[in-house]
């Protein structure tokens, strides 16, 4: 015969508090990009017209899977921590399809070393 036992708690343990994590606020600096930024992306749009991925480094064809999701993105292929101000000049940016995009910005694994082989990351000044 079994019995369904209950634990017996000297102190029984707390119950957790729900936090609410605030909104970021967004600094000033980002808000007077918005404009420059979304230029940069309308003349990278009109430049290249179409997925940029390179055919003969990455396996895959291109693809937009998530209707949610833009059809082509600009990426943006030199970090912003080695190259400032990077992110507003279209020369250092590059249309990707939704499947090229994700493989490019993996953050580990053979696509990510192909990638910067390939020369859509630059991780370093030159």
């Not at 970021?24 to 980002?30: E, I, L, M, N, T």
């Not at 030199?78 to 493989?103: I, K």
């Not at 694994?109 to 082989?117: D, I, K, Q, S, T």
Request: charged letters at 30%; proline letters at 9%; aromatic letters at 4%.
């Amino acid at each position: 015969m079994t019995r369904d036992v209950q634990p017996i708690w000297k102190n029984p343990p707390a119950a957790k508090k729900k936090t609410r994590r605030s909104v970021k606020p967004v600094s000033d600096r980002r808000r007077s990009e918005t404009e420059q930024r979304a230029e940069v992306r309308r003349l990278v749009k009109a430049r290249d017209r179409v997925c940029q991925g390179p055919g003969a480094g990455l396996p895959d064809p291109c693809a937009s899977p998530f209707e949610w999701r833009a059809e082509l993105e600009v990426h943006e292929y030199a970090q912003r921590s080695t190259h400032p101000g990077s992110h507003l000049d279209p020369d250092l940016c590059v249309l990707l399809c939704q499947h090229h995009h994700d493989m490019v910005t993996s953050p580990v694994g053979e696509m990510r070393a192909l990638v910067e082989r390939v020369g859509l990351i630059v991780r370093s000044r030159t």
